[in-house]
């Protein structure tokens, strides 16, 4: 069975920093973009960032670029978010999620209907 599991969420001050962890049960992300989303309170859920195949270029949401990093694990079977310096309006639950990708791939899409397997969430809580 193919399953994401979320890690690392949590209370922070804001300024503080959370490592987000997706890890891969069943299969491993050699062969899929990756994708972190988030849903708000009230909100729709909304995209965070991506990391390509293979070539592991990454994209991410204006609100979080420059304070959100997205990498991949030695093991191939878990992506990273680091997110530094984290502001209020960052509170959510944090959902990871794999988009099997056929062929070659230049660049990743932080678009919800383009991933195949989703996680059950993490919330991430920034408040004094």
């Known amino acids: 069975q193919l399953q994401l599991v979320e890690s690392g969420g949590g209370l922070v001050q804001p300024g503080g920093s959370l490592r987000l962890s997706c890890a891969a049960s069943g299969f491993t992300l050699d062969d899929y973009a990756v994708g972190w989303f988030r849903q708000a309170p009230g909100k729709e859920r909304e995209g965070v960032s991506c990391?390509?195949?293979?070539?592991?270029?990454?994209n991410y949401a204006d609100s979080v670029k420059g304070r959100f990093t997205i990498s991949r694990g030695n093991a191939k079977k878990t992506v990273y978010l680091q997110m530094n310096n984290l502001k209020p309006e960052d509170t959510a639950v944090y959902y990871c999620a794999a988009e099997l990708v056929f062929g070659i791939q230049r660049m990743c899409v932080i678009t919800e209907r383009r991933y195949d397997y989703w996680g059950q969430g993490t919330q991430v809580t920034v408040s004094s």
């Open positions: 990391i390509s195949k293979k070539n592991n270029n990454t």
